[in-house]
């Protein structure tokens, strides 16, 4: 048996995607779509309500146009072969779940549980992974 991983705290030079959790039965990969940029730190482009600069300049906006800094959280159930993508205020509650797991550390079974909440409202079978 695969003992799951659980990375609360990714130090990875791509901070675009990565795996939170692996285990036999989930998979939780962290993607920030298009937060990620020159002028925003993956921290800070993960909080609610922050934006980021695009490559797209104008006269009003000669650094860049603001956009909003998008993320979120892959649940994959391996036993059903279905995913969920959580993105704007599922992201956000699934953030907090994963903020308070840093605090302190859940065993496998309170992991599980909580991503089997999550993995009910999957309804996109896993094509290419």
Known sequence: MLTPCLFLKANHKDHRMHTLYDSETFTVTH?????????????????????????VKTDQY??????????????????????????????????????AWQVNMPTQEEVEDTLSQYAELAQNPVLVH
């Open 31 to 55: 993607m920030l779509a298009n937060a990620q940029s020159q002028n925003m730190s993956p921290e800070a482009a993960s909080g609610p309500g922050n934006t980021a600069l695009s490559d």
């Open 62 to 99: 000669p650094q860049g146009v603001p956009m909003l800094a998008r993320h979120g959280f892959e649940i994959v159930d391996k036993r059903s072969g279905k995913e969920v993508y959580l993105d704007g205020s599922w992201a956000e509650l699934f953030q907090q779940h994963i903020v």
